[in-house]
């Protein structure tokens, strides 16, 4: 553990945690990809929307604040793709004026049925973030997936990309996507996973483990509508028992503490709402029955 | 197909609510003193509505391709374009929509002989609607909460563009051929209610 991992583990209030009972892991803020063995922390940032803000120079000013603060709270994974209009070229106007950032981790993702094209819509992204190379490319909602896979592998293969993934959302696809992790080697795969949208848990994250895949967990909130209407109920007294102050810490929790989980992309243009999701790598995880308690509370609302 | 439509209307949209109030203002301000101009030449096409003349009916239209062509290239080209990736294609129904509207100017100029003053309840109904794109729409978004700064003033904003157009088409002639006019105008206010209704 270096200085800087130190300063963040200390400022997150980690430290305190590492000596403690079994209801703790030793590191909670941190999941391995299971392909490398690197730790990654288990909240990321999605930039869906909210980085989808034009040639604002106000408003990218307070984004790239909240970058700034996302790496300071013990953030790294940054998730992308070109579908998101400017996202990508705004992620890279705040990354130039934070560098340098050591615990980014770069993911997008290459969206264009014409698997000739991926290779320049890749550059074109690279460029936009400003980065040498990524750490993730993912095939987007799994088009062309056959293709592209072939162009990312052999990126890999040529030390151009670390790794390899692909990616759905809604639920949607899912055999398709247990034919890719069955079939693949792929080093992640990405879906919907929260509270209530829990079809993955039956077979693509028991899949993931057996595969040895990471798994990102997109949609954490629903966008925003799960939050804004768990909001209108009180957390459950049991929540203080996994440290969680609010919404977001305890909805965030419930995803990350899936053991086949590796990292949730809540996305957020607010900073306050950044701190609350950061909260989620303090204190207690939940284990297996506290899961279920935060399900039959949630359902019951 | 069938996955397309398990989306809704909200997964589809990529920009917030926020940042598309926020292309009004900062078209606003580097627009600025120009809507002044804007505003005096919708105020003419209101009164001209009311003359009810051919050669009123020439310059109200003359008012409207300008306004279609100012805010396809400044608020959609410039600025809209910068966060939806399917605004280029709005683009090019806006210049469509001028592009229509002067022909219209063109063939009515030529065959004076056809033009037909529309009648009283018509030219109420046209009048009201145009009125409100020029005179309410604006004040009435600022009233929902959003900053003044970005009001949506007609000639910029596409929302009271679609809107005056339909009121003054309606308004300036009995023909019925300009009802051709009104298709992309109401194609983009359900372009807007769609947008609107996922916010």
Request: net charge positive.
């Given at each position: ?37 690197e730790?990654?922390?288990?909240i ?26 996302f ?5 790294g ?82 030390g ?5 993934g ?21 080093d ?42 768990a ?43 950044l701190?609350e ?20 509370y949630?359902?019951?609302? | ?7 809704s ?12 109030f ?27 509505t ?22 396809g ?21 806006f ?78 002639s ?26």
């Open positions: 553990m270096n200085r800087r991992q130190f300063l963040k583990l200390g400022s997150l209030g980690l430290l305190a945690f590492t000596n403690l009972n079994a209801k703790s892991w030793p590191a909670p803020a941190y999941k391995t990809i299971p392909s490398s063995g730790k990654i922390p288990v990321g940032l999605g930039s869906f929307v909210n980085f989808n803000v034009g040639n604002d120079e106000k408003i990218l000013a307070q984004r790239t604040e909240l970058l700034n603060d790496f300071n709270l013990g953030g994974m940054i998730d992308s793709s070109p579908m998101y209009g400017s996202s990508e070229r705004n992620l890279g106007y705040c990354i130039e004026r934070l560098k340098p950032v050591d615990s980014l981790f770069s993911a997008t993702k290459v969206w264009t049925s014409s698997v000739e094209d991926g290779p320049s819509e890749i550059e074109d992204s690279r460029q936009l973030w400003g980065v040498e190379k990524f750490d993730l490319l993912q095939v987007h909602n799994l088009l062309s997936w056959e293709g592209h896979l072939e162009t990312l592998f052999e990126m890999k293969r040529q151009r990309l670390r790794y390899v692909i990616t759905t959302s809604h639920g949607r696809r899912h055999s398709e996507v247990e034919h890719v992790m069955k079939t693949q080697p792929i992640f795969v990405q879906a919907t996973y929260n509270i209530l949208d829990r079809e993955v848990e039956q077979r693509i994250l028991p899949l993931a483990r057996e595969r040895k895949i990471a798994f990102i967990a997109n949609r954490p909130f629903r966008r925003a509508s799960l939050i804004d209407w909001k209108q109920y009180p957390l459950p007294d049991f929540a203080s028992d996994i440290d969680c102050k609010n919404w977001a810490a305890f909805l965030l929790k419930f995803i990350v503490s899936h053991p086949a989980v590796t990292c949730a992309i809540p996305a957020t243009s607010r900073q306050d709402h701190v999701n950061m909260g989620a790598m303090q204190g207690v995880i939940p284990d297996t029955a506290m899961r279920q308690r935060m399900i039959d949630v359902e019951s609302l | 197909m069938s996955e397309w439509s398990s989306y209307l909200h997964d589809l949209l990529i920009f917030s609510p926020d940042s598309y926020r292309l009004y203002e900062r078209s606003n301000l580097a627009f600025w003193p120009f809507q002044l101009l804007m505003i005096a030449i919708a105020l003419l096409m209101l009164y001209l009311m003359v009810r003349t051919i050669r009123g009916q020439l310059f109200i239209l003359a008012g409207l391709v300008l306004f279609w062509l100012l805010s290239w400044w608020f959609i080209g410039r600025y809209y374009t910068q966060i939806n990736t399917i605004a280029d294609w709005y683009f090019w129904l210049m469509i929509q001028a592009a229509l509207m002067a022909l219209y100017a063109v063939f009515t100029y030529r065959r004076t002989s056809l033009y037909a003053p529309a009648g009283d309840a018509v030219l109420g109904v046209g009048l009201g609607i145009a009125g409100y794109s020029v005179l309410i729409h604006p004040f009435l978004i600022v009233l929902s909460g959003r900053n003044w700064l970005g009001s949506e003033l007609i000639a910029i904003a596409p929302d009271p563009v679609a809107i005056g157009t339909i009121g003054f088409v309606l308004a300036m009995a023909s019925k051929s300009r009802y051709l006019l009104l298709v992309i105008p109401l194609l983009w206010l359900l372009v807007a209610v769609a947008t609107y209704s996922t916010f």
